[in-house]
């Protein structure tokens, strides 16, 4: 199995630990309410939401996908850090074992935060991954993150 690293980070104007909040502790609720199209609803499977939950994501009309299965690996509040693993989804194929995610969210002087995301893709065997898959997985994202930014930006007391 080989594994390939990507990390992005996109900055905003929403305080960090807002940002934290919104984009960790609320996202099973708040994705699907902003963003139907990209996340239709977030299903427990095993656990009670804390660290070793299993988690089904029911992506939305928007998607070529179907689901994803991810598991709450970790999650530090004070830190404002965050991990988890999909361990299952039909856009796998046969070539993701699984990818495991690391959410850093860091304040920054202007009040705002950037959110540094590192993302582990363990492969299949020797199996080479599409760049454009990653690249559009970077991008949704990003647009996905953006979105819950202004979704703060316009329901400051949310």
Do not use: W
Not at 58 to 80: I, M, P, W
Not at 129 to 146: H, L, S, Y
Request: one cysteine or more.
């Amino acid at each position: 199995m080989g594994a390939i690293t990507y990390d992005i980070e996109i900055p905003s104007s929403i305080p960090a630990a807002k940002m934290f909040k919104a984009v960790v502790l609320d996202a099973d609720t708040l994705i699907p309410k902003i963003m139907p199209q990209a996340i239709k609803n977030v299903e427990i499977l095993e656990g009670d939401g804390g660290v070793g939950t299993v988690k089904i994501i029911h992506f939305g009309e928007g998607s070529q996908y179907k689901s994803a299965k991810h598991r709450f690996d970790a999650v530090d509040t004070e830190n404002l850090t965050h991990s988890y693993t999909v361990v299952e989804g039909d856009a796998f194929a046969d070539v993701i074992e699984s990818i495991t995610y690391h959410v850093k969210i860091v304040p920054t002087e202007d009040g705002g935060c950037i959110c540094k995301n590192r993302s582990i893709y363990h492969t299949k065997g020797d199996v080479e991954i599409n760049e454009e898959k990653i690249k559009e997985g970077k991008e949704k994202a990003m647009q996905m993150f953006k979105a819950i930014e202004a979704y703060l930006q316009a329901n400051p007391d949310a």
